[in-house]
Every structure is written in structure tokens, then in C-alpha cells.
């Protein structure tokens, strides 16, 4: 890794090495915009893993501007302090502390700012929709006096660089973009009108931050819809912006219409944005940071190593570990707690409120969850080595613990190992290699290949049973489920690559989707039937998004609001919402409609007068980020 870790310096500072922790939004903030300790800890512990610089999260220049109760702010004198507290211990901890200065424009809405969003032209947000305001000229001149603003309070707090955010469908976005802006005055029609208000924005900032101050630009170069900048688009709406006084600039994509592209879910190609950022690189000779599904530092080793970028953005990666860089220097590859790209940290913000990560349960709680040494070393059985079971018995073993995991398959990592089958979901081996990786390095005894019954616990006298056996497939009872054509999610995946057949999927949740989507892709006639309106409701808004569109591409037919009555011989009786019968013709039927807990040996050993705990699927089926939390917090309390 000998790329990743050289200097590079932009305009008077030095960075030690290539890594940066793009702007990321936590929203560990309150409801008045005030910074609390946990969002202090949370940039502290980012900029101690060894990154070269930290982006603090996109900061409202303007109350109409932001986009949550919880984003940050900078628009008063009253933010200074806690800002203050961000660049300090980042500073401290040896990054460059930057901030992000933001505006919302149409993509916020009445509920949050009180007040009609403001934007370049009458075109409502896609997603959010409602009214908004155009701006009038004195509007603009308004909003680039209060970019000023924030550059300056960001000097005054101690932040060493600043990004303007251009990019992801917000305010400058929106101004670029001919999918947003139609104005027909000097702040819209060609390049030049359309850079016009990013161009004021830089020379304000550049104005009141000085000659020798950093300034960086992040661009969505690619926004995938119509009338969207492209590279080619973007290389010259960059020019006059970065003649304007940019140093640096950042190259994301995606935006209010297309936010798959903003953070790209496991679907999408490792690195898929670092040819743009080349491209850009190479046309406009300023240094570039590349962004977007970077999580390993092998491959942000090659980015540098290639030339395709000056810099590495790491986002995601250092939520799901903040000591990612200091770990790649040292050569602790194995060691990393890779970031999954299943977006929990996009979808916990904004349907939660707070950020959470499936992968690293801590985020955002890191001091309620610091590792305490246990008072007294106890002899812990754990039950079931998938992601609950693997994660309680490492950070009880970490603790001092004497732990024993017994599982009854010839591998670890439980229900994950299925999930990890078809291709895009191959980042959970990932997951399974990390917890294993801790399974070791704490000394935990694993036992594969044993099944627990009352008998062994008996043998192994412990002092504490922590049962993680997880869940099984639930069968609905209907007539002609025993027929040869009936098979479960299970068989499917973990066999090998299925025979195209043409096949019903019973059940269009997370699992059924995932499964119809592999069977598709190996060549199989597909069709989804699920009781529900909608396919795929519990999974991540963008994963959702991209797999419907590959089972429509794949021409799987999904029926919704459809119920199984009966399996025959060679197909399924179903009926819709009004009664209507009809007989889908298959050769295979595959059962996915939900699972169960497994509690046989729980009913076994309640009575047995051991301290006793369960976690994970075996409670409720839920999901992998829910058993390696509830794994995390009892591995603590034991
Ligand atoms: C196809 C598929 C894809 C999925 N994708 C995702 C995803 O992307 N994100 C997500 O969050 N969740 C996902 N899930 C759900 C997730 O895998 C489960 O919620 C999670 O694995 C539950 O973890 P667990 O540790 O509670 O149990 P499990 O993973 O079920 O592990 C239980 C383990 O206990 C063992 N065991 C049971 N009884 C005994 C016994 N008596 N003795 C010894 N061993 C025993 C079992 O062999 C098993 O290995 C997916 C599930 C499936 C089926
Ligand atoms: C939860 C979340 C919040 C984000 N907030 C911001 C933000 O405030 N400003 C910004 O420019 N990008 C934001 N992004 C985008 C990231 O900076 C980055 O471009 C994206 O996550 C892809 O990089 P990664 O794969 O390294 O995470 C956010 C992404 C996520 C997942």
C-alpha cells in the first residue's frame, strides 16, 4: 500500500496521507441544530483511525435550507461553539478538519423549514413533490452573502478547508442541471448561466477566506436521468467554477431522482464513480477526490497507484470502522470491519432519525457501548454461530469471558452464508470473515459440527447459555404443499447454481425478491406471488429500487395483492384481491413467505435452571443487524 499512505498537499496544507472521510450526515445532532458530546466523539473517533482529512456533514447556510430537524447548521453565531468542539478534536487527533457548507433548495419540504422550498425554477423535488419558490435574483444575491457567512464561521471555528456541496440534486446542484433549472435569465440557459450562482458562491467564499485558504467542490458529475449533467457535461460546467477559485474537487453522482447513485448500495461496482474522477482529472489537471463505494484500501491503493485520483474518499467504510486507515497502514487487513454498502446508515437517518450501521452496532453509541473488562470470568455456551451468536461470543470473550460456541453446520455465519449466494450480496462474506476474525483473535472455543441438545449442556456445566439458534422456514398450509414440484428458499440457495425452470416464487418480501432475482439471472421464468401491495417492502429504499428494476429487465412477473390457494402437479391455483382465480403454470414452486423462530432447544433448557438468554432470530426473525446489535449489548451486560 505504498500510494495510500504519501503526502499530498492543496493550497498550503498538507495532508499525511491519500484517505478522506467524505462529508457523511449523522444527524447526531438535536432538534435545535446543537452538537452534543456523541457528536464530538463520533468526529473524534473518525479523525483518530487515521484518515488524512475529515469533511464535517453537510452544515445548513440558511434555515430554509436544511433538510432535517437533525441536520447540521452554521447559519448563526450560536453553532460556533459546538463546531469549535468538532474541529478541535479532529485537529487534535491528527486530521485536517473541513466542513461542508449546504443549501437544500427544492429537496426539503413545508414540514421541516416551515415554508415553501426555495429553487432555481417551478420544478418541485421528484421524490418530496409540494410547492416551491423560484428565485428572484435578490434571493440569490441573499443566499451567496450567506455562503460567505458560513465560510467565515467555519474559519472562526477552526476548520482548515471547506467543500461546497455541489453535488446529490441540492441548491448549486440544482442550479447546474438542466433536469432542475429552466431559467431563462443570467442564472440559467448555457454553461455559463447555469454555473452562474456556483461561480458567486466560490468567489464569495474565496473573498472572505483569503488567498490562501482551501476551497473544495463536490460535484455529482453524473446524474443518470434526463436532461442530467454528464462527465462530458460536467468536465465544462467545472471549468469556469474551478477558474472561479476551486483547489480540489470531489466526484460523486446521483440526485434527488436517481439517490442510488448517491450512495451506492451493494449492487453497484466497488469504485464505480473513479473512471469520472479520472476523466475529470485528466481534463481539467486539479487534484481529485475520488468517491463511492471505496471500502477497501487495497482498491484505494490501485486508485492512486493508477492516477484515476489525488485523493480516496472513504465514507460508509469509516462509519463501519473508523480505524479502517490506521489498520491498512499497519498492514491489519483481516482486521477491518468492512462496510457492506447495505445502506442501514442511509435509511436509519431518515426513517429513524439517528445513524445506525449494521455492521459496526457502536456507531453513534460509543460511549454507552465502550468494552468493560468483565468483574468476574465466567464460562460462557453460546448457541449458534450466525451473526448474533458470533458477535455476543467475541465481545464476551474480549471482555475475559471463557467462551464456547457450538454450531451445528460445518461453517459459521448462520443464515448469512445463504444470503451471501447471489452475487451482488457477496459483501456479507465480509461480514462473516470479520466476525470469524474476532472469533480467533479473542480465543473463543469453537465447536462446529455439534448440534446442542440438553445433554450437551449438561456436559459442559456453564455458567451462562446464550442461545443464537436463529429461524427456519415457515411452510403455509395449503393443499399440495407435500407435491415433489414445493421446495423452500433454502434449497435454492444453498445448492448450486438452480436449473432454469420456470418457477413461482410464494412470497415477495426480502428473501423471495433476492431468490426470484437469482433464479431470474440463472435463466429461470419467474413469477412472484405476494399477499402484500407491495414487492420487496422491508428492504433498503435503493437496493429496492435496483432489484425491481432487474427483476422487470429479467421479465419476472410479480403479482401483487395475490394469494396462494393451492399447488398442483404442475403449477399454483392463486386469486387476487377480488376473488379471481387463476392457475400459473410451473415446474418448481419455491416457499418464501417469512420464517419462524427456532426454539427446540429452548423449550428444552428454560426448565434447567441455567442463567439464560436469547438473542437475535431465535426472539423474532428479524435481520443480521438486529442479531449483531442484540449480540453486542448482552456480550456487554454478561
Ligand atoms: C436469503 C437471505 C438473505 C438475507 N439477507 C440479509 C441482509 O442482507 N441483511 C440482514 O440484515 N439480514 C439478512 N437476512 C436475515 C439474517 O440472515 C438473519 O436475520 C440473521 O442471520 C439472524 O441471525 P442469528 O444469529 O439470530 O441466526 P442465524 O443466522 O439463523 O444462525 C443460527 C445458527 O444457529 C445454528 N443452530 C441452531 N440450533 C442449533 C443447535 N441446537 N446447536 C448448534 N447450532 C445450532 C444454526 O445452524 C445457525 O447456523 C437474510 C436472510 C436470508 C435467508
Ligand atoms: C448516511 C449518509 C449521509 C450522507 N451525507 C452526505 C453529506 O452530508 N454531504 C455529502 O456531500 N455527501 C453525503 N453522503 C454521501 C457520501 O459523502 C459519499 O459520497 C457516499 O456515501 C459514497 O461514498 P462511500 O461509498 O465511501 O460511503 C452521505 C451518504 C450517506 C450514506
Known amino acids: 500500500m505504498h500510494s495510500l499512505f504519501t503526502p499530498f498537499r492543496i493550497r498550503g496544507i498538507e495532508l499525511k496521507n491519500r484517505i ?5 450526515a449523522s444527524f447526531l445532532i438535536e432538534n435545535d441544530g446543537s452538537i452534543t458530546d ?14 488524512a482529512m475529515v469533511i464535517m456533514e453537510a452544515c445548513a447556510v440558511s434555515p430554509e435550507g436544511v433538510v432535517s430537524p437533525h441536520q447540521a447548521r452554521i447559519y448563526d453565531d450560536r453553532f460556533l461553539n459546538g463546531l469549535s468542539k468538532i474541529a478541535k478534536v479532529m485537529k487534535s487527533e491528527g486530521a485536517v478538519p473541513a466542513l461542508q457548507v449546504h443549501h437544500g433548495g427544492r429537496q426539503t419540504s413545508v414540514k421541516v423549514i416551515k415554508r415553501k422550498p426555495l429553487a432555481p425554477s417551478p420544478l418541485p423535488c421528484p421524490v418530496i413533490q409540494g410547492d416551491v419558490e423560484p428565485l428572484t435574483r435578490e434571493g440569490i444575491r441573499d443566499l451567496v452573502e450567506k455562503f460567505g457567512d458560513a465560510a467565515e464561521r467555519a474559519v472562526a471555528a477552526g476548520f482548515e478547508l471547506i467543500e461546497i456541496h455541489g453535488a446529490h440534486g441540492y441548491l448549486v446542484n440544482q442550479f447546474l442541471s438542466r433536469f432542475s433549472n429552466i431559467r431563462d435569465d443570467e442564472y440559467g440557459g448555457d454553461i455559463q448561466g447555469r454555473t452562474r450562482f456556483a461561480r458567486e458562491v466560490v468567489e464569495e467564499i474565496r473573498r472572505r477566506v483569503g488567498e ?59 469504485a464505480c464513480l473513479a473512471d469520472s474522477a ?21 482498491l484505494a491503493d490501485e486508485i492512486i497507484t493508477k492516477g484515476k485520483a489525488d485523493l480516496v474518499c472513504i465514507g460508509r467504510g469509516l462509519l463501519a470502522d473508523p480505524e479502517m486507515p490506521k489498520k491498512a497502514e499497519e498492514g491489519r487487513i483481516e482486521d ?30 460509543e460511549n454507552e457501548m ?16 450466525g451473526p448474533g451468536g458470533l458477535n455476543v461470543a467475541w465481545v464476551a470473550a474480549r471482555r475475559g469471558h471463557d467462551v464456547h460456541l457450538f454450531e451445528k453446520a460445518s461453517v459459521l455465519g448462520g443464515q448469512l452464508v445463504m444470503g451471501s449466494v447471489t452475487d451482488y450480496k457477496k459483501e456479507l462474506l465480509n461480514l462473516i470473515r470479520f466476525q470469524k ?29 446464550i442461545l443464537a439458534t436463529g429461524s427456519l422456514p415457515v411452510l403455509p398450509s395449503v393443499e399440495g404443499i407435500d407435491k415433489p414440484i414445493v421446495t423452500s428458499y433454502v434449497s435454492m440457495l444453498e445448492g448450486e447454481t438452480p436449473s432454469p425452470k420456470k418457477t413461482v416464487v410464494i412470497g415477495g418480501g426480502a428473501t423471495g425478491s433476492e431468490v426470484a432475482h437469482h433464479l431470474s439471472e440463472s435463466g429461470s421464468d419467474v413469477i412472484i406471488v ?3 401491495p407491495k414487492i420487496g417492502k422491508a428492504l433498503e429504499s435503493m437496493t429496492r429500487k435496483i432489484l425491481l428494476r432487474k427483476l422487470r429487465s429479467n421479465r419476472a412477473r410479480m403479482m401483487t395483492e395475490t394469494t396462494l390457494k393451492k399447488i398442483e402437479d404442475n403449477g399454483v391455483l392463486v386469486s387476487d384481491k377480488d376473488g379471481n382465480e387463476s392457475f400459473l403454470e410451473a415446474e418448481r414452486v419455491v416457499i418464501a413467505i417469512g420464517s419462524r423462530p427456532d426454539n427446540q432447544l429452548y423449550e428444552q433448557v428454560q426448565t434447567m435452571g441455567y442463567e439464560l438468554h436469547r438473542i437475535g432470530d431465535c426472539l423474532e426473525p428479524r435481520s443480521a443487524k438486529v442479531a449483531i446489535y442484540e449480540g453486542a449489548v448482552l456480550g456487554r451486560a454478561i
Open 530 to 532: 405476494e399477499i402484500l
Open 212 to 270: 490562501s485558504f482551501p476551497i473544495s467542490f463536490k460535484i455529482s458529475a453524473q446524474e443518470f436521468c434526463p436532461n442530467g449533467l454528464t462527465v462530458q457535461e460536467s468536465i465544462q460546467v467545472l471549468k469556469p467554477i474551478v477558474e472561479a477559485g476551486v483547489d480540489v474537487v470531489q466526484v460523486s453522482a446521483g440526485n434527488d431522482a436517481t439517490p442510488e447513485w448517491i450512495a451506492q448500495p451493494m449492487f453497484m461496482k466497488q
Open 437 to 465: 476474525r474476532q472469533i480467533e483473535k479473542f480465543g473463543v472455543k469453537c465447536h462446529l459440527n455439534q448440534e446442542v441438545v440438553a445433554d450437551t449442556i449438561e456436559e459442559q456445566q456453564p455458567d451462562v447459555i
Open 336 to 365: 477491518i470491519r468492512t462496510c457492506i454498502a447495505c445502506n442501514t446508515c442511509m435509511e436509519s437517518i431518515f426513517r429513524r432519525g439517528r445513524i445506525e450501521c449494521l455492521v459496526n452496532p457502536t456507531l453513534g453509541r
Open 370 to 385: 465502550a468494552i468493560v473488562p468483565a468483574k468476574q470470568r465466567r464460562k460462557v455456551m453460546v448457541v449458534g454461530g
Open 278 to 298: 479520472e476523466k475529470i482529472r485528466k481534463a481539467l489537471r486539479i487534484p481529485v477526490m475520488a468517491v463511492g463505494r471505496i471500502n477497501d484500501p487495497v
Open 20 to 24: 478522506v472521510m467524505p462529508a457523511l
Open 38 to 51: 456523541m457528536t464530538v466523539e463520533h468526529y473524534r473517533l473518525r479523525a483518530a483511525g487515521g484518515p
